[in-house]
């Protein structure tokens, strides 16, 4: 603990005068105890909150379930439902057996961690349980952005097969070029020259988290190809819609509630100082990320209602919701170093690189249900830019160590080092992604157990895969034809001899 007391017998026994070194020695006894006291204290409150910050971010996790069970047909929700409950369960296993290892296993080279498998040796004086449970938090909502991309076509076991793989090897890898002490590109290395004089800024992972999950399911959809019906004959895109906008909403806000955590948390402790005796600590540089991540998920939320308003005539409160988790994703890179007004600008620019990622994909033929690669990779991609031109100098050295001339953003009078450090992030992440994942799905493609068959899809995974439906309904292609099938069933003819149709 930083500032704590110390008590020297040999000082006060001159300050005392008759039986002074016993005096010294309880005096210093009991300054000693009390020391620890508030040592045991700063630890208990780290911890805590980060153990909170684990929890909120967990519950990320039943925001991503209803907001992928409600942008896909009713034919489907239980099996995309499922899905999610599976990335958390067998992420969690992998990433106890291997992910943490390869991510934080310190000491260890710059590519890749080589100790704690199965948590060994662990706790450690650099790390607790809380710290395993936070990152694996992190891991598995790199799972969940890709299981949207290749939701209502994809095998049950292809799952499984791929949320193990990126939750066990393919993020940990990344995240600790980035985040470990010991990463090629972090900015807290501390053996060895920094990337660019600075290491890559990616406070909260829109490289680490949002780029790897949806660089990942770009390459899943693609190797797939769009669900049936996706486009015509001519090429035109056709709206698949999704069933129930309650759920889409209700999964944002669940969403948007958990990023408290996602970005916040990621200080990981809360009970430091800046300049002790004042209110500049760490607490204070907490609450200044939460409002810049409200302040760039309101704005892009804003942008996209009038953007789309303007491009389909609609007001579409699904939309809106990914516009809103767009701005989300970009503004979690540099949450924590910039100012509010910046974050404005971050959520703003956010909904246009949204807008025209989707564009660009309905050109393209590309089918994602859940417009996940545009949404955590085109946004995510955008946050490590936008933290490079805004990021203040003073923000950087509380939270990433003082250094005199640290490079910072370009807009902000720090030059173009920090530019320079992120776009070589974003190269790397969608590099080493396409390379691994892209070739785990072309894999499972020429094994036969990435899609599913034509009758299967058309009929719903529901019930051909998983017993039954999730609930009654009724598709708007399907009430036509029962609408059609009743006006033949009550033809009949009329006393003139005339046929006349009842419905």
Same mark, same amino acid.
């Given at each position: ?25 309880? %005096? ?172 890559? %800024? ?302």
């Amino acid at each position: 603990m930083s500032g704590s007391l110390s008590c020297s017998a040999a000082d006060l026994a001159v300050l005392l005068g008759p039986n002074a070194t016993a005096a010294a020695d309880y %005096i210093c006894g009991q300054l000693s105890t009390v020391n620890n006291k508030f040592t045991d204290v700063a630890f208990a409150v780290d911890n805590t909150y980060l153990l909170f910050s684990a929890y909120l971010v967990f519950s990320m996790q039943l925001g991503f379930a209803m907001l992928c069970a409600g942008s896909v047909r009713a034919k489907n929700t239980m099996n995309i439902m499922l899905t999610n409950v599976l990335d958390a369960a067998a992420g969690g296993l992998f990433y106890y057996l291997f992910g943490y290892a390869f991510a934080f296993g310190s000491p260890s080279n710059g590519f890749i961690g080589k100790h704690n498998f199965g948590l060994k040796d662990f706790p450690s004086a650099s790390a607790d349980y809380s710290n395993f449970l936070y990152q694996w938090a992190f891991a598995i909502a790199a799972a969940g952005i890709t299981s949207g991309s290749i939701a209502e076509r994809t095998q049950f076991v292809a799952y499984l097969i791929y949320s193990s793989f990126l939750t066990g090897f393919v993020y940990p890898v990344v995240s600790h070029w980035f985040w470990s002490a010991d990463g090629w590109a972090s900015p807290f290395r501390t053996d060895g020259d920094l990337l660019f004089s600075t290491g890559a %800024i990616d406070f909260a992972g829109s490289g680490v988290v949002h780029m790897v999950g949806g660089i990942a399911g770009l390459w899943g959809a693609l190797i797939e190809g769009p669900r049936l019906g996706r486009f015509d004959n001519g090429g035109r895109a056709i709206a698949l819609r999704g069933h129930s906008a309650s759920l889409v909403v209700l999964g944002t806000f669940l969403l948007w509630f958990g990023w408290y955590g996602f970005n916040p948390g990621s200080f990981n402790k809360i009970l430091v100082t800046y300049e002790s005796g004042t209110i500049n600590g760490q607490w204070s540089a907490v609450g200044r990320t939460a409002v810049t991540t409200t302040l760039a998920g309101c704005t892009a939320a804003l942008t996209t209602l009038f953007g789309k308003r303007l491009l389909s005539g609609h007001w579409n409160v699904s939309d809106v919701c990914n516009g809103l988790l767009g701005g989300f994703a970009a503004i979690t890179g540099g949450c924590s170093v910039v100012e509010p007004w910046a974050a404005i600008i971050c959520g703003f620019v956010a909904a246009l690189v949204l807008l025209g990622c989707n564009k660009l994909a309905e050109k393209l033929k590309y089918d994602d249900p859940l417009e996940a690669a545009q949404l955590h990779g085109g946004c995510g991609a955008w946050g490590l830019i936008f933290t490079a031109l805004f990021a203040r100098e003073k923000y950087l050295n509380q939270i990433y160590g003082e250094k005199p001339g640290r490079p910072h953003g370009l807009f902000m009078g720090g030059g173009g080092k920090l530019l320079g450090a992120q776009l070589i992030q974003i190269l790397v992440i969608t590099g080493w992604v396409s390379a691994t994942m892209g070739t785990l799905f072309f894999i499972l493609k020429k094994m036969k157990l990435l899609r599913i068959s034509a009758e299967d899809e058309m009929a719903g995974m529901d019930m051909t895969r998983h017993g039954g439906f999730a609930y009654m309904y009724y598709d708007d292609d399907e009430s036509h034809k029962a609408i059609q099938l009743r006006k033949v069933e009550h033809r009949s003819p009329s006393p003139s001899g005339v046929t006349t149709t009842s419905v």
